[in-house]
Each structure stands twice: as structure tokens, then as C-alpha cells.
């Protein structure tokens, strides 16, 4: 009985090690993955179990929230053949601003094309002899259209019909540089034009940018740091726009472009707090000028208007605010102006930033808006590239109108 048991356990022996071999066999010609595929397959399935499939991500944010960066380029996926230095991501590359009076000749161009509705409608109605009541009536509807504003309307009706009446004209190129000197008058060459971006004794400047949601504040603010820059001037921004998703990082991607840094604080903070600290840093730092950017409010809201009030007030306890500027979107014509007096009243705005001028024929809005606040204009923004803000000049200004 012994020995007949130990026969059947050497034949299962055998049995079992006859079918193991046998798979073996089959699993090797099927071909088992490398040690290479093994080590991906084991990562991506026992490591990291809950990685979801890639697909598209909604995180909630508008793209005009955002500026656009240049594209990394495409990384070859060879072997290489020798070690090639890496490059740190945290430390992009800076761009050099394009100086501030090399951009009016592009912009003059741009405002030529967009404005000349205007200049264009005057000088036909001027240069074709003798000019009937009806002529200086469509005169007269033309330079309201282009939102020049009642008042300089009359005043520079008067004047042209009490020139040409006295000096008899009847030539388009005379009648031409009667419109141009009658005009270069309403917008005002002995305006005081400069950025005053200084403090008093050489201390930091401190220049604080409001308006109204929309005018483009934020990257107004981006572009005037690329001006000054240019002008070999240190500039810090302060992102005192806590409340606008993303509107933090906007400026400070701006502000990495041209290699300026940024103070921030927590989305939803205390936007004074935040131009506090950053004219702090800005002091103690010795940079130029301090950038502030604030956020968007619209003028019919007291409780916001009042804020804003507060954010220079707080401000001022570091160092007087040399500059308010104040954004305004060359598009909203006359209800800009009506912006521009709250804000004032608030503020005690200095100077003003015209965005949007290339986007409509309604280049009087410059006369109108120096008109109603007593302050000059500034900048004006005439595209969408990060070097299209420029001081105004008001011979420029004119010539593009009239070219």
C-alpha cells in the first residue's frame, strides 16, 4: 500500500511539472513586455491609481482675465547625445520696451486710418468756397458726432466763420491750416503733459490708476510700466484690484515681462492694505515709481467710490500720491465725461488715459473730457500690442485727424 501511494505522488509530480513547463512555453512565444513597459505600466496603475484621464478643465475664469505668453518650444524626444544645459523656468526672459516716442509714428498711422472720417468730413465742407447756413449746420453735426462737446463746438464754429469770413478763403490748403490751428487750440498745446512720476526731493513717485469697469486699467497699467522702463526708470506694481478673478496675476505676468515685481494680497483683501504695502516696499526698496492699480467700480456706487477715496487716503500715510490717472474708453463718448466728473470729485484726478481711440471716429472726446475736468490728456492707447500706449501730443494728435 506504501509503495503504491508513493507511485501516484511521483506521477502527479510529474503531471504538474509538465504543465507548468507547458505554460512557460506558451507565455514566451506570446512574448511577455520589457522591463522598461513593466516599470510604466506599474506606475500608472498600482502608484497612481486615481489620475484621471486628461480632458478639458473649467476653472471657472474668463479668458480676457488672462494675457496671452508666448508658447514653450517643442522639446525633441531623441536621445541626446551629449548633456545639454537647462534653462530655469522660474526665470524668464525680459523684454526691452520699444521707447515711448518711437511708437507715434506707427500711431499717427493707425489714428490717421481710424479718425479720418472726421477731418476728412470737415475739410470737403471748408475747402468748397463760400459756405451756406446749411453747410455750418452738417459742420457743426459733424463735430458733435465726433463727441467734441457742445461748448467747443460753438467755440470753434465762431472762430472758423469769423476767419474765413475776414480773410475771404476760398482755398482748401489755407482753409486746411485754419481747421488745423483752430483745432490744435481746443485740445491745448501749453498743457502740462508730463507724468509726474516723481516725489518731491527725488523720493518715489506714487501713481494711482482708476476707472471705471472695462476701460482696461490693469493692462493700461502693464503698458505704462513698459513706458517707464523704457525711460530707464525702477517701477514696482501693486495689484490693490483684489476682487476681479485673476486680475493679480495679469499684472504681474506684465510686470515679468519687463522684469518689475509686483505686491499682491489675498483675493478679496483690503485693496488699500495692498497699496499701502507696496508704496512701503517701493520706499524702502528706493525704486522710481510705484504703479497701483485698483479695481473697476462703477461711478453711480457710492459705497465703491468711497473705497477708493479710502485707498488713497491710506496711501498717502507712506508718501503723497504724485499722479491720479484716470482710464477712459475712447468708445463710451459722452458718458465718459460724466465718469470722469465723479471720479474727480473723488479722487482729484490729474491727468487721463484715452483706451480704445483707434476703435471709433470719435477722436473729439479728447477736446470734451480736458474740457469738463480742467486736466490734460495724457496717454492714449491706440491697439491691443503691448507697446501701443503713448504720450499724447496734441500737433500729432491733429495732424492724424486732418491727414
Known amino acids: 500500500m506504501t509503495t503504491e501511494l508513493l507511485i501516484i505522488l511521483l506521477i502527479a509530480v510529474v503531471v504538474v511539472a509538465g504543465a507548468g513547463i507547458g505554460l512557460l512555453v506558451s507565455r514566451k512565444n506570446r512574448g511577455l513586455p520589457s522591463p522598461r513597459d513593466l516599470d510604466q505600466i506599474t ?80 475739410l470737403s465742407l471748408l475747402g468748397g468756397g463760400k459756405l451756406s ?35 475771404g478763403v476760398s482755398d482748401a490748403d489755407r482753409a486746411r491750416t485754419i481747421l488745423r490751428e483752430e483745432l490744435i487750440g481746443l485740445v491745448g498745446p501749453s498743457l502740462d503733459r508730463t507724468l509726474h512720476s516723481t516725489g518731491d526731493d527725488g523720493a518715489s513717485g506714487v ?31 501693486g495689484a490693490a484690484d483684489t476682487f476681479r478673478a485673476a486680475a493679480a496675476d495679469q499684472l504681474e505676468t506684465w510686470g515679468e515681462r519687463v522684469g518689475v515685481p509686483t505686491v499682491r494680497g489675498p483675493e478679496g483683501g483690503d485693496p488699500a492694505s495692498v497699496g499701502f504695502d507696496a508704496v512701503k516696499r517701493g520706499i524702502t526698496e528706493g525704486t522710481d515709481v510705484v504703479l497701483i492699480d485698483t479695481a473697476g467700480r462703477l461711478h ?27 482710464v477712459i474708453d475712447a468708445t463710451t463718448g459722452q458718458n465718459g465725461l460724466t465718469q470722469a466728473r465723479v471720479f474727480s470729485e473723488v479722487v482729484d484726478v490729474t ?20 474740457r469738463e475736468l ?30
Open 43 to 122: 506606475e500608472r496603475t498600482i502608484d497612481h491609481p486615481e489620475e484621471p484621464e486628461p480632458g478639458p478643465v473649467d476653472d471657472g475664469l474668463l479668458e480676457d482675465d488672462f494675457v496671452e505668453l508666448d508658447e514653450p518650444a517643442a522639446v525633441g524626444t531623441g536621445t541626446p547625445t551629449a548633456e545639454v544645459p537647462v534653462e530655469d523656468p522660474a526665470a524668464p526672459s525680459v523684454e526691452v520696451p520699444e521707447p515711448p516716442r518711437g511708437r507715434m509714428v506707427r500711431l499717427r498711422a493707425r489714428l490717421a486710418r481710424s479718425q479720418s472720417s472726421l477731418g476728412k468730413g470737415l
Open 133 to 167: 447756413e446749411d453747410d455750418w449746420e452738417e459742420i457743426e453735426d459733424t463735430l458733435l458726432a465726433a463727441d467734441v462737446g457742445v461748448g467747443p463746438t460753438t467755440e470753434l464754429v465762431e472762430n472758423l466763420r469769423a476767419r474765413l469770413s475776414a480773410e
Open 374 to 403: 480742467g486736466v490734460p490728456v495724457k496717454f492714449v492707447g491706440l491697439g491691443e500690442g503691448a507697446d501701443d500706449l503713448a504720450p499724447f501730443d496734441a500737433e500729432e494728435f491733429v495732424d492724424a485727424l486732418l491727414a
Open 207 to 237: 501713481v494711482l490708476v482708476v476707472g471705471v469697469n472695462g476701460t482696461g486699467k490693469t493692462t493700461t497699467v502693464g503698458r505704462l510700466a513698459r513706458v517707464l522702463v523704457a525711460e530707464g526708470k525702477s517701477v514696482l506694481l
Open 300 to 326: 453711480t456706487k457710492a459705497g465703491l467710490m468711497d473705497e477708493l477715496g479710502k485707498v488713497k487716503r491710506v496711501v498717502e500715510k507712506q508718501a503723497p500720491v504724485t499722479e491720479v490717472l484716470l
Open 351 to 370: 491727468g487721463v488715459v484715452l483706451t480704445k481711440l483707434d476703435g471709433t471716429a470719435k477722436g473729439g472726446i479728447v477736446i470734451a473730457v480736458q
